[in-house]
């Protein structure tokens, strides 16, 4: 099973999202701004990627620097709860298939995991 985590409103989610359905895949597709993952699924998502949540965090986000969070040095565990709870900041898009995960930035990262 193949799920896009997927931000309709950036260019490189729907490319990533329409590469997907051009090799005949039809993904779930997750809009993580309206339903963002829980800290355990994150968590799953982090270690099929192979990633701490710090590396996936849009750290040019106004959002982040409102936060207070530039100088921050949080855990691996600290940054799950505000990705969580501040869902614009997390990387996108993700693409999940399997026990294998990817960022679709470039879509060649997508294609390696199908």
Known sequence: MTTIYHNPRCSKSRAS??????????????????????????????????LQAEQIVRKGEALFGELGL????L???EWIEV???????IERPIVV??????????????????
């Open 70 to 73: 530039v100088d921050k040095k």
């Open 17 to 50: 999202l329409e590469m997907l359905e051009a090799k005949g895949i039809n993904p779930t597709i997750v809009k993580y701004l309206d339903t963002p993952p829980d800290k355990t699924e994150l968590a799953e998502i982090l270690d099929k990627l192979g």
């Open 75 to 77: 855990s691996n565990e």
């Open 97 to 114: 298939n399997g026990n294998k995960a990817a960022i679709g930035r470039p879509i060649e990262r997508v294609i390696e995991i199908l």
């Open 83 to 89: 990705l969580t709870q501040n869902p614009k900041l």
